[in-house]
């Protein structure tokens, strides 16, 4: 049986007849740089994450991007961020001349921990970027409270979280602004990179505005030095027309990550420690991915058993920023983020898509378990 990590096609296939009519309606107007579907799209996104200002970007990275250029931020500032998170969120920050200064994350959750932020707060130190990964919010409360306390933004990396909520409170809404991105294996994924970035105040809505367009409003007169940031219109089609299903997708990623859970413990794989599961600690988690952390020593062979097995697999990240060649120049070693090192080496994401049978979640767990109860291991 044949498990890939994600089967785009099948959900293609599923609303096949209304992404393609909502993409026509834009190759027919033959509206392609913003225009009515794209503005359709921001107003939809607010609807559903009850969040009065969404400005469609290009891309999840260039909305963290245009996020911090909002803030000018730039050299001299510090920002803070986890190094346990995917390369744009860290790549943004030094793009604009800033220093990232990581904090470890918690293990249970794999997100920033909070009791070790304030530590690394400076006089330097302009904002935080929480990352709220696989799906999970980072522990927005405590963050927000240092963030008053000391007066900072904070941009929230919500790229693999639409739809993670705290009570009726979505991603991205808790912090100066939010930053999604609309690539494909998301849980909202475009024909191709797009993205969107949320606000809360109509300046810094309006000064966003004018960064996507290189910085002009009116059109050629550029008081900013923006870019082209702008949400692709047919990208907005394909997000339009995929939006009404997401929390039914959601919801069977959900239900996924319960049979899987339940699955693994029957399995006898947490009583006899061959695999833990991450906590499900902060608020709606939507899964984006479903991550199990083995015994040292043996992801990279169950990864390889579960690839002989039909079962597509993936890291999540094998290196961690303060770890990454161009990242050198920061000055941190090996030994500095413990809990982000032992993630980077012992965790592995399994399919979660919404589509899978449960068949699939089976020979999953099954292929697990006949590599663990090997006598060698
Ligand atoms: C945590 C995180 N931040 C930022 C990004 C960047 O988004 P994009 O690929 O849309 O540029 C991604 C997704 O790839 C991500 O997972």
New binding site residues.
Partial sequence: MKVPLLDLITQYQSIKAEIDRKVLEVLESQYFILGPVVSECESLLSQYIHHEYCLGIS??????LIAMMAEDIGPGDEIITSPY??F??GGCIARLGATPVFVDIDPGSFNIDPSRIEEKITTKTRAIVP?H?YGQLADMEAIMKIAQKHNLIVIE?A??ALGARIGSRHAGTFGHYG?F???P??NLGGAG???FVTTHSSERFEKLKKLRVHGSAPKYFHSLIGGNFRLDAIQAAVICAKLPYLDGWINARRANAGHYRSLIREAGLLDRGQLTLPDEVCGFHSYNQFVIVTQPGHRDPLRKALTDAGVGTEIYYPVPLHLQECFQYLGYKTGDFPLSEFSSTHSLAIPIYPELTDQQKIHVVEHIARYFNQPSN
């Fill in positions: 891309s999840g990275t260039d909305a963290l998170t995917f744009a969120t990352v990964l990396d790229a693999q930053c991105s609309f690539f294996s998301k990179d797009g993205g």
